[in-house]
């Protein structure tokens, strides 16, 4: 673990598993409870950094097996890393890319010793193993890292989810024996799928392998909300208190609201970014489609009150619906900039809340409102 890296446990709320806190890496420290922007191959997509910068965005991710496919690992370390490549200065996450590699379920092949899969881009075959990963993790050298982990589908049987989860945990311990830079940080992901019994023991392995943080995979994957939700308390009290959490592909408000309820620190998800680019706004009365006709003529703001660049420019809802509607870019990027503030401001907000004792009053009025799950 790099000295800079540290977690700050700035508060816990007095009624719910809610905390408040700090993450200090070499490019800066971002607070938490927080929403990770998603810059698959190395850009938030329609967004420039300064762009990011002006919604506050403290820490984006990107993905190490699209950075791997194109354009490689190699040509990135040249460069100087994802920082210098993509001229970001604040701090980056890489996932690992077994989401990705799981994905292709279809054209992989799992082995003890890593995946052999096809690429979706021309059909050639290539293979992860914990090693592997650990070398394009460390050459795009972002301040954290994901260990390599096997994402169980939903749904599976036990003896399959125990079966992946035990790999799991030898990829981890082979991920901490590869992992040798002193400028990045490396999380353990918990696995087990949707049994009690396989999350709890899952994280209290990992837990024992003294990882930088922990991330919570192999959720979101098509069960039910209140299963993640029941699967996070299980596992809470196992988590280590000094360590930031990290629910992996997580990102709908009320998601948000329920996580940061059981202890979840950060989250991540393409979902504001790929909503923009189909004309769909977040706000706090639920989805706005711009496209509908009855925004032909409104001349009033994505969302009244909102500080993004699109509402506080006074880029009309009539006028983002007219370039959405003729497919002009800036309409993709108005929409972009409003749901990334959206998100990142709901959590300053919650954040406060914390700070004020009243996380639990502030995210059960918006839950009865019914809206954010429309999110």
Not at 112 to 121: C, K, L, R
Not at 346 to 371: A, C, H, P, V, Y
């Amino acid at each position: 673990m790099q000295k800079s890296f540290r977690y700050e446990l700035i508060k816990k709320d007095k009624k719910t598993g809610a905390r408040l806190g700090r993450v200090y890496t070499d490019h800066g420290a971002f607070d938490t409870p927080c929403y990770m922007p998603v810059g698959t191959q190395a850009t938030v997509k329609a967004m420039t950094p300064r762009d990011l910068t002006d919604v506050n965005a403290g820490i984006i991710l990107a993905n190490t097996f699209h950075l791997y496919l194109r354009p490689g690992h190699e040509l990135v370390r040249e460069a100087g890393g994802l920082h210098s490549f993509m001229k970001w200065d604040s701090p980056i996450l890489t996932d690992s890319g077994g989401f990705q590699v799981f994905s292709l379920s279809k054209i992989n092949s799992i082995r003890e010793d890593g995946v052999m899969f096809q690429s979706p881009i021309d059909g050639s075959r290539h293979f992860f193993s914990p090693e592997k990963v650990m070398e394009i993790e460390m050459a795009l050298n972002a301040d954290i890292a994901m260990a390599f982990d096997e994402c169980a589908p939903f749904p599976c049987d036990h003896t399959y989810a125990e079966q992946a989860m035990n790999r799991t945990h030898r990829w981890a311990e082979r991920c901490r024996e590869a992992h040798n830079s002193d400028s990045q940080n490396l999380f353990g992901i918990v696995q087990g799928a949707f049994y009690t019994d396989l999350r709890i023991a899952s994280a209290k392995f990992l837990a024992s392998l003294d990882f930088a943080g922990y991330g919570i995979g192999g959720l979101s994957v098509g069960e039910p909300k209140e299963t993640m939700y029941r699967m996070l308390e299980e596992i809470e009290p196992y988590m280590p208190e000094q360590k930031p959490r990290y629910l992996m592909g997580v990102g709908s408000p009320d998601c948000f609201l329920e996580g940061i309820r059981r202890g979840i620190d950060m989250f991540d998800c393409v979902m504001q970014t790929r909503m923009a680019r189909t004309g769909m706004a977040l706000t706090r009365h639920g989805r706005m489609n711009i496209r509908n006709a009855k925004y032909e003529r409104d001349f009033t703001p994505i969302e009244e009150g909102c500080d993004c660049y699109a509402c506080r420019g006074g880029f009309s809802r009539a006028y983002i619906h007219h370039l959405v509607k003729e497919k002009e870019i800036l309409g993709a990027q108005l929409l972009t900039m409003h749901n990334l503030r959206f998100s990142i401001r709901l959590m300053e907000d919650i954040r406060e809340s914390i700070r004020n004792d009243d996380f639990l009053e502030f995210s059960t009025g918006l839950l009865k409102q019914g809206i954010y799950d429309r999110c």
